[in-house]
């Protein structure tokens, strides 16, 4: 495990040392926004650094953001007319409006996910190389254990951290049974690594040390977080002072040491959820998001075919990162017989336009059926066969009888390191003996075929 992140932080460090360690955009003009930006969000005390590239102008203008060492994801449209500029990330109905002040941009940012809106401030400014940090700061790089000193929402006891790490520099990602966090990333700064992260979704803090036994306190700092712990300060038996996930501190542990001291793994991804009745074919009837007819698993885009049903939102982050490795399997085996389809859940006031919806798909070039399902609220009534249905995503693998093969909770990003590329083989093999697997009118013909009575066909 350790030697796979080792590999992939050196993967990642050839790839982007260029973008990453790219000399501040001297030569820009006074009036342009083009070039890196070192920029910020901010509510209340609240400080959330990230990264904000601009390039080209006119119709060419966007904005890209980053996930840990990556560029991860960018606008949809972007405008910088009379010193105002906005940035448009419509599939996460996120929008950034600054002005250029003095060389440098002022403005705020709102976002709204599952029904709610939240509204930051925004200032950026040109970036400029920081000092040279130190030459040998700890290593942390690796795979974590978090054991919860109170089970999340969803009954889960233990997380996962997961650490790249160049140097002073570090990115890292907490993964849960529902997915992960994306990558924060930061440096080594008086005896601890400053992390956040921004890629139009999901802002927050972490700042992580590494204590006298080893292990690591990770402290976190975000709106959902802060919330949380207001409101335990004002009532310690609220759902949000019961949740283990907004503790405002985590510590991490080795896998060894976790297991040494006989302390709570993480949840599997593919027991958390699981189906009623194994011998129940698994059905659904929901208006296609394309052409608002309803469409049921009887008909003949799915009928004999294996078909993955990804119980889902657009307002989810963790289904974001999904839907862009959704698109590479429809494209290698759609032909072969696969077939994706989308049990979308988006918040009633999304019903009538599904504007986030329409930007997801065709920002990420879905080509696989969508269907709206309902309301997040909606999801335990509507897709009753699975128990202890509690993730987005959660993906069914079906077979081609129509019956349920297998249930996966989550989704682990390319920021989980390992667990992705583990999920990525798991996907692909579990699809493949699917597709192995003969549709119900072959395996039907072949037990009425002559030659499976011992009986040689007569000749025509």
């Not at 009036?31 to 904000?52: C, E, M, Y």
């Not at 996962?160 to 529902?178: K, P, T």
């Not at 993730?391 to 667990?419: M, Q």
Request: a neutral charge; one cysteine or more; proline letters at 7%.
């Amino acid at each position: 495990m350790t030697t796979f992140l080792r590999n992939a932080s050196l993967a990642l460090i050839v790839s982007s040392i260029g973008a990453s360690f790219a000399p501040a955009h001297a030569g820009a003009a006074p009036d342009s926004v083009d070039g890196r930006w070192s920029a910020r969000l901010t509510h209340g005390d609240l400080v959330i650094p990230f990264r904000l590239d601009i390039s080209g102008s006119g119709p060419t203008l966007k904005g890209t953001l980053y996930d840990g060492f990556q560029p991860y994801d960018g606008t949809t449209s972007a405008t910088f007319q009379s010193g105002r500029l906005v940035l448009n990330i419509e599939h996460y109905l996120t929008t950034i409006t600054a002005t250029l002040q003095d060389g440098r941009l002022v403005g705020n940012v709102v976002t709204l996910g599952r029904g709610q809106s939240s509204q930051y401030g925004f200032e950026a400014t040109r970036y400029v190389p920081p000092p040279a940090g130190p030459t040998d700061p700890p290593s942390i790089a690796g795979s974590w254990i978090i054991p919860l000193t109170t089970p999340s929402s969803k009954d889960e006891k233990a997380f996962r951290f997961i650490v790249w790490q160049r140097g002073a520099e570090v990115a890292a990602s907490i993964l849960r049974v529902d997915g992960d966090t994306g990558a924060y990333s930061g440096t080594y700064q008086d005896g601890k690594w400053v992390l956040s992260h921004f890629d139009g979704s999901r802002p927050g803090v972490i700042v992580v040390s590494l204590r006298p036994d080893g292990a690591l306190e990770i402290r976190q700092r975000d709106e959902r977080t802060e919330k949380a712990a207001q409101e335990a300060t004002n009532n310690p038996y609220s759902d949000a002072a019961s949740d283990g996930r907004y503790v405002p501190v985590f510590v991490a542990y080795r896998p060894a040491v976790e297991q040494a001291k006989g302390l709570p793994q993480p949840d599997d991804y593919d027991t958390h959820t699981t189906v009623k009745d194994p011998n129940q074919k698994f059905t659904f009837n929901f208006r296609d998001a394309a052409t608002g007819k309803l469409l049921s698993n009887d008909d003949p885009r799915f009928k004999g075919k294996v078909v993955l049903a990804i119980v889902t939102g657009t307002w989810c982050p963790n289904c974001h990162d999904e839907a862009q490795y959704l698109v590479q399997l429809d494209k290698k085996y759609r032909k072969k017989g696969l077939a994706i389809v989308a049990l979308d859940f988006e918040e009633a006031e999304q019903q009538g336009s599904l504007e986030r919806l329409h930007a997801f798909v065709k920002k990420y070039g879905v080509k696989y059926t969508y269907l709206v399902a309902g309301a997040p609220s909606e999801m335990w009534v509507k897709v009753p066969q699975l128990v202890n249905l509690n993730t987005w995503p959660t993906t069914v693998f079906i077979g081609r009888d129509g019956l349920v093969k297998g249930v996966h909770a989550g989704f682990a990003s390319p920021a989980s390191g390992e667990f992705n590329a583990q999920l990525k083989k798991e996907f692909t093999a579990k699809i493949e003996q699917l597709l192995a697997e003969k549709p119900e009118t072959q395996i039907a013909l072949s037990a009425d075929h002559p030659a499976k009575q011992g009986v040689e066909p007569k000749a025509l």
